[in-house]
């Protein structure tokens, strides 16, 4: 099992940029491909994005692509996620995930091995 510490959320204005971190103990982070997730008040969970083990498949959600980078370390067991041009409707807490699978944390029952506890993203206009 994979233990998964988010951090970096925080108030920022429209167009500002944040870098969210997620660092995981335990089994080594290179066993699972890794993802953010996003959910705003009100409403579902979102996927955000999903690296595999490796790093050379990347998956984006089409409301963020182009805004949004993710990246992995394995040496250092941390993923992050580099958000740009943020917008008041990127607000929302951003949750770190592990899975056997990039593609499938894209679907509708996303397949998660484990979830971090999230880290709050504010954006105001």
């Known amino acids: 099992q994979v233990q998964l510490v988010e951090s970096g959320g925080g108030l920022v204005q429209a167009g500002d940029s944040l870098r969210l971190s997620c660092v995981a103990s335990?089994?080594?982070?290179?066993?699972?491909?890794m993802g953010w997730f996003r959910q705003a008040p009100g409403k579902e969970r979102e996927f955000v994005a999903a690296i595999s083990r490796n790093g050379d498949n990347i998956l984006y959600a089409d409301n963020i692509k182009g805004r949004f980078t993710i990246a992995r370390d394995n040496v250092k067991r941390t993923v992050y996620l580099q958000m740009n041009s943020l917008k008041p409707e990127d607000t929302a807490i951003y949750y770190c995930?592990?899975?056997?699978?990039?593609?499938?944390?894209?679907?509708?029952?996303?397949?998660?091995?484990?979830w971090g506890q999230g880290t709050q993203v504010t954006v105001s206009s």
């Open positions: 335990g089994r080594a982070l290179n066993s699972y491909a």
């Open positions: 995930a592990c899975g056997p699978q990039g593609a499938a944390m894209t679907r509708d029952r996303p397949v998660i091995n484990s």
